[in-house]
Each structure stands twice: as structure tokens, then as C-alpha cells.
């Protein structure tokens, strides 16, 4: 599983002109300093670039840190209508979130993909399904928890979720953008590098983490006075899961 991310990573980096395994690796190193926020990060340790890039080679270019973490978890959500919430406590009014968008796609069936899942097209289709379903661009996105199931693939998903220009991935991410202080933080939670990848419960863990961050209730990496987040997942096969998440008024 990690080769075919591994390839998917390399290839796009071919489209960049060869994008190194330096560039991956301070992917990683983001998702891992911002785990050390997250109590409930499977590693909330941070590791230096030097750590990363010298730990145990998975797939290259995906050393181990730049992994997702096999690990177990559930995550749960309690969907209600706008009518139902109404007859809900002031208190459980002030904690809802509305989901603005819920875009489900799946790859159309393609020879090359028995060998090697497009996680590209999909992600992309649901995205644009998502933006136009919520009536909101990604500049309106205070945060974002993409589906980091190896550093790799982070890159990839910057540009399939059209958070910055078509081709334009390295760049963004070398603005410093994707950081907790950045323009459009990226997987504050530690991403699935560090808060783990049960798989199963991986879509809803990043609706619950951008929906944390709508209640005000993400304590030490709480995004100030975040009001739009997006929620990523992808299950290789391949399906895709988008959605909006906004404050409720
Ligand atoms: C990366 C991977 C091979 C590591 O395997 P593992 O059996 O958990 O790890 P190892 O036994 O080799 O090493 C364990 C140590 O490595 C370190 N480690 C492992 N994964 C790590 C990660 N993502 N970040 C930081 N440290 C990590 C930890 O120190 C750990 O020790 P600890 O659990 O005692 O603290 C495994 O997690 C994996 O296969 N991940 C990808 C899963 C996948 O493909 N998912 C589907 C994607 S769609």
C-alpha cells in the first residue's frame, strides 16, 4: 500500500520538475509538529527533519514518520435536520455545525487503475462538487484535514482540493501557508501521520477535528475564530469523501 503512494507521490513530483524527498519529509515534519498539540495524536512527538529523513525507509520517498499510523479508533457523528435541532438545549444549539456540503465520488472504472488508484480525479470532482454545494471557495477555508495517508500524498491533495493554483503545490506549501500560523492551515491535528489512520473511522476523526475547531473547543491548537473548515478522506478503490463544515449561526 505505501509503493502505490509512494509512486503517486513521485509522479507528481516528476510534474513539478522533481519534487525531492527533502520536500516530502517537511510535510511530515509540520504534521508532526503539530501533533504535540493534540493529546489525542497516537505520536504527539516532534521529530527534527534530520529524525524524518533518516528513520526507516517504508516505500521511498515515505520514511516511517511520513506514514500514516496503523493504530485503532472510533469516531461517531449525531446528524439532525435544521427542525430537529430546534427542539434540542440552547446548549446543544450553540454546539452545532452545519454541514454545508457532503460530496460522496468515485473513480470511473479505467485500466490503469487496477495498477495504480487514481486518487486525483475523484478528489477533485468531489472538491468542486463541495465548493459549489456550499456556495463557498477555498479562500473562505479557515482550516483544513486532508486525507495525509502518507506526506506524499499531502502535496497532491493541496492541488486536488483546489487550495492553490492548479500546479502550484510545492509552492503553497513553501509559503509556509499549510502551518498552524499559515494562511490555510493544514491537518492541525497532526494529520494521519501522527493522530493515526483507523482507517474505518478516519473520514469522521477529520470531521470531528475541523468541527472542534467551529465550537471553539480545540483547546491548544485551536485556529482563532475559525468559522469554515473542509474534511477530506479517500478509501483506495477508489471513493472520496468532501465535505463542508461551517459555524452555525
Ligand atoms: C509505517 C508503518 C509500517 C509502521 O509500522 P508499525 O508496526 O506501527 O511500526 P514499527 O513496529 O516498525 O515501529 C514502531 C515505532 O515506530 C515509530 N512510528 C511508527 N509509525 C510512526 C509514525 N507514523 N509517526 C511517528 N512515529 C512512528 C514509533 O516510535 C513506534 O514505536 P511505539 O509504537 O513503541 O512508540 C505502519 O504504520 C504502516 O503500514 N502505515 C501505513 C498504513 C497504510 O498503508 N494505511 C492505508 C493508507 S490508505
Known sequence: MPGVFAQIGMEYGHRYGGTSFELFARISEKNHAHSTLNPLAAYSKRFTLEEIMGDLMIAYPNTRPMCSANCDGAAAAVVVSGAKLKTLSIEQQRRAVKISASVLTTDPWEESCQILPDVNTLTRNAAALAYEQAGVGPSDLDLVELHDCFATAELVHYDNLMLCEVGGAVDFFNSGATWRDGSMPVNVSGG????????????????????????????????AGAKVGLAHVIGLGSACGVHILEKAA
Open 192 to 223: 494521519l501521520e501522527s493522530k493515526g489512520h483507523p482507517i474505518a473511522a478516519t473520514g469522521i476523526a477529520n470531521v470531528w477535528e475541523v468541527a472542534t475547531h467551529l465550537r471553539g473547543e480545540a483547546a491548544d491548537r485551536q485556529i
